[in-house]
T-cell receptor
Framework: KQEVTQIPAALSVPEGENLVLNCSFT??????LQWFRQDPGKGLTSLLLIQSSQREQTSGRLNASLDKSSGRSTLYIAASQPGDSATYLCAAHTGGFKTIFGAGTRLFVKA | ETGVTQTPRHLVMGMTNKKSLKCEQH?????MYWYKQSAKKPLELMFVYSLEERVENNSVPSRFSPECPNSSHLFLHLHTLQPEDSALYLC??????????FGEGAREKDTEAFFGQGTRLTVV
């Protein structure tokens, strides 16, 4: 059974700092891995999707990497801003209609 | 106009009420999903529809009844709910579900999910 874990559960950093969010999954047979952002009480916004054949994806200040063999993905946020404050979720798509979500990392960027 | 729209945004209902949540996607996708997000718990997949057919039911109680009249619309009918059903209900869509569904040459990106803003449900 696929399990997805995100560490840390919460993170507070000063503005301008570069940071890394971690996501680990127990079954390496994933179809792809997707990173989302969720603001309080709102829906999920897709940030990046890494296909199983890829190693990383970049969008602006965000870079996500995927290492299937070790069951890990990281989301790197460069030059963090207060507007980046949100909960970040990773989700492993295992095929067969299954997408397993982590519990998320709550990020607070202090001005 | 956002890609996936959910209504209402907030709903308060009694345990004997019947209500429905609505989801509409304007992305031309073939798959739609209902998720439940409770406080401090990961998202839980409830139902999956592919081309208007239900393809997944994750042991959801019968007091939740989904309906997919066409590939653009998805409903979640609610009746005799319990207070523990209070949560954020999220709808999502994707172009496809699984590469195998489209056979060889299917794109993994077809499973990229796009979410609505959710309906905050409170059962009193």
């Amino acid at each position: 059974k696929q399990e997805v874990t995100q560490i840390p559960a919460a993170l507070s950093v000063p503005e301008g700092e570069n940071l890394v969010l971690n996501c680990s999954f127990t079954d390496s047979a994933i179809y792809n891995l997707q990173w989302f952002r969720q603001d309080p009480g709102k829906g999920l916004t897709s940030l990046l999707l890494i296909q199983s054949s890829q190693r990383e994806q970049t969008s602006g200040r965000l870079n996500a990497s995927l290492d299937k063999s070790s069951g890990r993905s990281t989301l790197y946020i460069a030059a963090s801003q207060p507007g980046d404050s949100a909960t970040y979720l990773c989700a492993a798509h295992t095929g067969g209609f299954k997408t397993i979500f982590g519990a998320g990392t709550r990020l607070f960027v202090k001005a | 106009e956002t890609g996936v729209t959910q209504t209402p945004r907030h709903l308060v209902m009694g345990m004997t009420n019947k209500k429905s949540l609505k989801c509409e996607q304007h992305l031309g996708h073939n798959a739609m999903y209902w998720y439940k997000q409770s406080a401090k718990k990961p998202l839980e997949l409830m139902f999956v529809y592919s081309l208007e057919e239900r393809v997944e039911n994750n042991s959801v109680p019968s007091r939740f009844s989904p309906e997919c009249p066409n590939s653009s619309h998805l409903f979640l009918h609610l009746h005799t709910l319990q207070p523990e059903d209070s949560a954020l209900y999220l709808c999502a869509s994707s172009q496809g579900i699984d590469g195998g569904f489209f056979g060889e040459g299917a794109r993994e990106k077809d499973t990229e999910a796009f979410f609505g803003q959710g309906t905050r449900l409170t059962v009193v």
